[in-house]
């Protein structure tokens, strides 16, 4: 697993999926909360993908140049930040026009 993920399964789950998933999550809310547009959450997670390699490799002495590994990250943290997006975007959708939208579950919406 380590050759895939650049480091041990326990920083890559620390690290990847709860801290970078946080700042994911964070980004892909406030992308969605200000109306920007969904191509807007993806330069945003390649740069993020970056900056956990960077930490994988200062802190726990994971391999920086590792595209696998950065593909992985990119990868887990750019799921978790379209979940937000689409999931704040369908909330707000609701909330700012509520006499033509309602829920229709966890990412849409439909008229009513």
């Not at 200062?58 to 979940?83: K, P």
């Amino acid at each position: 697993m380590e050759e895939i993920t650049g480091t041990s399964l326990s920083v890559f789950i620390g690290l990847t999926v709860f801290m970078g998933g946080f700042c994911a999550y964070m980004t892909g809310n406030a992308l969605a909360g200000t109306w920007r547009p969904l191509w807007n959450l993806f330069p945003y997670m390649a740069f993020l993908g970056v900056a956990e390699r960077f930490l994988s490799f200062a802190l726990f002495e994971g391999h920086l140049l590792s595209f696998q590994a950065y593909l992985l990250d990119t990868l887990v943290i750019t799921v978790i930040g379209l979940m937000a997006f689409l999931a704040t975007r369908a909330a707000k959708m609701v909330a700012q026009y509520p006499w033509q939208y309602q829920r229709a579950g966890l990412f849409g919406w439909k008229e009513i």
